[in-house]
């Protein structure tokens, strides 16, 4: 092909250009809702639909699912993009409520699932019961510590179900 030297250059500085703008915008980001300052947001959704929990600097989630009907609240463990579940070995998690200006303890145990090959003391499903999950949908929530591969994170505040972003 016979193309002149200023195209040939011009059709590689496009080509440049707009492979690292795709790789800019759709690449791995270590923070969830950023803005790139280019105007547009990348958000990162909760794969169950839940209530993300940010921990850190966006190094890990915690995704809280209310399960109404039976009263069930479900925290997964997952990385910052909220992409991978993260296994941890607690033996639970405990998450403080307020609702009505009543403050309780949640204690959330771990959850085996034979199909993932998770078990107690090597999971990323925490669930607790109580009553008023059954008819509240708003509480205010801390968790009141975890620790993800060597990171512990205490007191981390949040809305449900807005979370902490």
């Given at each position: 092909?016979?193309?002149?030297?200023?195209?040939?250059?011009?059709?590689?500085?496009?080509?440049?250009?707009?492979?690292?703008?795709?790789?800019?915008?759709?690449?791995?980001?270590?923070?969830?809702?950023?803005?790139?300052?280019?105007?547009?947001?990348?958000?990162?959704?909760?794969?169950?639909?839940?209530?993300?929990?940010?921990?850190?600097?966006?190094?890990?989630?915690?995704?809280?699912?209310?399960?109404?009907?039976?009263?069930?609240?479900?925290?997964?463990?997952?990385?910052?993009h909220m992409e991978s579940f993260i296994r941890i070995p607690a033996p639970h998690l405990s998450i403080?409520?307020?609702?009505?200006?009543?403050?309780?303890?949640?204690?959330?145990?771990?959850?085996?699932?034979?199909?993932?090959?998770?078990?107690?003391?090597?999971?990323?499903?925490?669930?607790?019961?109580?009553?008023?999950?059954?008819?509240?949908?708003?509480?205010?929530?801390?968790?009141?510590?975890?620790?993800?591969?060597?990171?512990?994170?205490?007191?981390?505040?949040?809305?449900?179900?807005?979370?902490?972003?």
């Amino acid at each position: 092909m016979n193309t002149p030297r200023f195209a040939r250059h011009t059709l590689s500085a496009m080509v440049l250009a707009l492979s690292a703008l795709i790789a800019g915008c759709g690449g791995k980001d270590e923070h969830a809702g950023h803005d790139h300052g280019n105007g547009h947001k990348h958000e990162h959704r909760a794969p169950h639909g839940g209530t993300a929990v940010v921990l850190g600097k966006e190094a890990y989630h915690l995704e809280l699912v209310r399960t109404a009907d039976a009263g069930l609240l479900t925290c997964y463990v997952l990385d910052g993009h909220m992409e991978s579940f993260i296994r941890i070995p607690a033996p639970h998690l405990s998450i403080e409520t307020t609702v009505s200006n009543r403050t309780q303890t949640l204690e959330l145990l771990p959850v085996a699932n034979a199909a993932t090959g998770e078990k107690q003391g090597d999971t990323s499903q925490f669930e607790a019961r109580a009553e008023w999950l059954k008819t509240t949908p708003q509480f205010t929530g801390k968790v009141l510590g975890i620790t993800i591969k060597g990171s512990t994170y205490t007191d981390v505040a949040f809305r449900f179900p807005e979370g902490n972003e």
